[in-house]
Structures are given as C-alpha cells and as structure tokens.
C-alpha cells in the first residue's frame, strides 16, 4: 500500500508524463543529419512543406533546382550567403528541362550541358541575416552556404514550400562542409 506521500509522487510523474505525451506531437519527429548540417521536418501536407535546418558555417548545400517547387527560406538565427544561378541563355533551359536524374554524378549534368557553372549562368549573391527571407522560383539553381564572417557558429533557418517530393530535386554539384573550419571541430592535421 502506497502512503499519502508517495501517492502524491506516483500522481505527479503520471501527471509529467502526460503532459510529456502531449507536448511529443509538437516535437519534429523527422530529423535528418546532412554533410552540411540538419533539417527537421515540421509539418508536410498536401498544401505545403516546412522544414527548420542549421548550416555550419563551412558549410554548402548542393547547387541544385527544381522544375515544380517554390520555397522560401527564412533566417531565424545567425546568416548565410545564397547563391541564384540563372541560365545565360535558351539552351541551357532547354537542358534543364530533359534533366531526369536526381542524384546525379557531375559527367551526367556535364553531358546535359548545365556544367561548367561559371560560364553557363549567371550568378547572384544575397547575404541573408536574421529575420530575413527569400523567395526561390522554380529553375533557379540555388546553393545555400554557411557564411563564417556573417555567423561564426553556423545559420539556422525555416524553409517553407509548396510541394516537396525527391524526385524535383535535380543537383548539379555535391553538398560539401570542411570540419576543420567548425566550431570546436578537431583538426586531423
């Protein structure tokens, strides 16, 4: 038989563990580790995605596009630089729409004739800080990248968009991140 004082403790964790219960909606359950960072899904609906991420300061995605997705990207903490490549000419549209391959290797989109990037596009820059956001188009080649001057412990933000399936992510360049350049990371020279 439990006395008044550990009935009053056995309430209180039932208690804990109920409101516990009721906030594990709320929490993302869908994180996913990234070369240059996280994402954390925070809701995907028919009507719209969103998502939070963190990229280390070091750190880029993959120079990628999409023909179908619009995304805005929101900074809730810190900033990075985003990069919005433009084709130079009608050609490389036309490239960009037979381009068929999610994943693919950079003899593939050289074959396609999206590469080299430094002469097929043209290139902008938008330095992105808190409480900033930007809008991405579809076929706007974009690659986010963590900006050590503008945030030296890495940049976190919201990425919202209207449809998100794996199949209208086309990469043209790898994601990359160089540990050494971390926070705290370790040096193996």
Known sequence: MLNN??????????????????????????FQSKVWGYEMIIDDSPYYHMKSSYIHCSASSSAHFHKDRV????????????????????????????????????LDADAKGLLPLDDQWNWSTVLLSEGMRYRINPFELHWVMGNFIMSPTGCHYTEVS???????????????CDPKLIMGGESNE
């Open 71 to 106: 995304e805005t990207i929101y900074i809730t903490k810190g900033g990075l630089s985003l990069s919005i490549g433009t084709p130079k000419d009608d050609t490389l549209w036309r490239n960009m729409n037979k381009y068929d391959h999610n994943y693919p290797d950079l």
């Open 5 to 30: 004082e550990d009935e009053n403790d056995k309430n209180e964790e039932d208690k804990e563990k109920k409101l516990i219960r009721s906030f594990m909606g709320l929490v993302p359950n869908d």
């Open 162 to 176: 209207n449809i998100h399936y794996e199949k209208d992510i086309y990469r043209l360049v790898s994601s990359t």
